[in-house]
């Protein structure tokens, strides 16, 4: 069993910055595939970014590319999403997600084992 926790969350304006973290715990994490995902209301959840267990493949929904930054702590067993020039349209709950499975490969919530309860963004302006 995997336990995984979102934090960093809150209120920012437009063009400002936000790092969430994702703290896991339980089973060995080094060997997961680690991804982002977020949800705004009355919409359907998305994919945003996701790494591989080396931290050698990423892969980034194209609207984060060039903004958002995904990396991996292996040792404090913690996964980061550093935001830059954040928009309105970044406003959701996002959601941390672990699988032994690809994520950064096939780019999709399916079959995903392991989710946190989510940490909330709102930008606004």
């Known amino acids: 069993q995997v336990q995984l926790v979102e934090s960093g969350g809150g209120l920012v304006q437009a063009g400002d910055s936000l790092r969430l973290s994702c703290a896991a715990s339980?089973?060995?994490?080094?060997?997961?595939?680690m991804g982002w995902f977020r949800q705004a209301p009355g919409k359907e959840r998305e994919f945003v970014a996701a790494i591989s267990w080396t931290g050698s493949v990423i892969n980034y929904k194209d609207s984060v590319k060039g903004r958002f930054t995904i990396s991996r702590d292996n040792a404090k067993n913690t996964v980061y999403l550093q935001m830059n020039s954040l928009k309105l349209e970044d406003t959701a709950v996002y959601y941390c997600a672990a699988d032994r499975n690809e994520i950064e490969v096939r780019k999709n919530d399916r079959g995903i084992e392991y989710w946190g309860k989510g940490t909330l963004v709102t930008v606004s302006s």
């Open positions: 339980g089973r060995t994490f080094t060997y997961y595939s």
